[in-house]
């Protein structure tokens, strides 16, 4: 059973059967595992946590990572063809991709041939530095599109942290919110855990999701301790949205 108002809850204690709808597990094409290796160590680590649906989300950046449905596809064949059986029939995993708002992604968006997380479900995300001067324009676009955008980690775009009504008018736009597990800890620094707190109580959040690259976000994670106990209910409540949401079993 699990026991919300214990003096000490580890976010571990919640992610049996959990669906991760963002990392970066795949090996070599973005800034997450580097090879097959870390690929593994990443699923198995994750796996001990409870976690057995996967959705790997490498970024798709024009100027970074140009990864397409090709290079995707052929580091999903090659981490599948590394998986031993017994691993391999333990987890279920169905990659999508992180899309940066650029000119890319319009693109892309245009002949509607992006990688959802399931059906209609597309996560994209903006530079730290600033948003798309024409942000709301864009999602207008996707939504006309036929898809539900999921913006990642809204907390850690510090440009809002001084605007946090602006969150609101982004829900209010269409946008689904897809935390990220460390930013219930000071992980990415305490404006971050204090905005993640702001929409976990404001009920702005729908989803949930680990964002790992390497090893040491694997630890973090299953070192997180839960101490607000109005939070532990409510990331329980998105752990289980998140489930139901883009559950394959």
Excluded: W
């Amino acid at each position: 059973m699990l026991r919300f108002f214990s003096k000490k809850l580890f976010l571990k204690d919640l992610l049996e059967d959990f669906v991760d709808i963002h990392n970066h597990i795949l090996p070599g094409i973005d800034d997450g595992a580097t090879n097959i290796e870390d690929s593994l160590r990443l699923i198995e680590g994750m796996k001990g946590l409870g976690i057995k649906q996967f959705i790997p989300t490498p970024h798709v950046m024009q100027d970074t990572y140009p990864n397409t449905d090709d290079s995707i596809g052929d580091a999903y064949q090659r981490l599948l063809g590394a998986l031993d059986s017994k691993l391999l029939n333990s987890i279920t995993l169905n990659p999508a991709a992180e899309y940066m708002l650029d000119s890319n992604f319009e693109s892309l968006l245009e002949s509607r041939n992006l990688f959802t997380l399931k059906r209609d479900y597309v996560l994209i995300e903006m530079s730290y530095y600033q948003a798309p001067i024409n942000l709301e324009s864009i999602i207008f676009k996707i939504k006309t599109k036929g898809y539900l955008p999921v913006l990642a980690h809204p907390e850690r775009y510090s440009f809002y942290h001084n605007n946090l009504n602006y969150y609101k008018r982004l829900k209010q736009l269409g946008c689904f919110f897809q935390l990220n597990m460390l930013s219930l800890s000071a992980y990415y620094g305490k404006p971050v855990e204090k905005t993640a707190n702001y929409l976990i109580d404001k009920q702005l959040v729908d989803f949930i999701g680990s964002d790992i690259h390497h090893e040491r976000h694997v630890d973090k994670i299953s070192n997180l301790i839960l101490s607000n106990k109005k939070v532990n209910e409510n990331i329980g409540k998105i752990i289980k949205n998140t489930n139901r949401t883009f559950s394959v079993i």
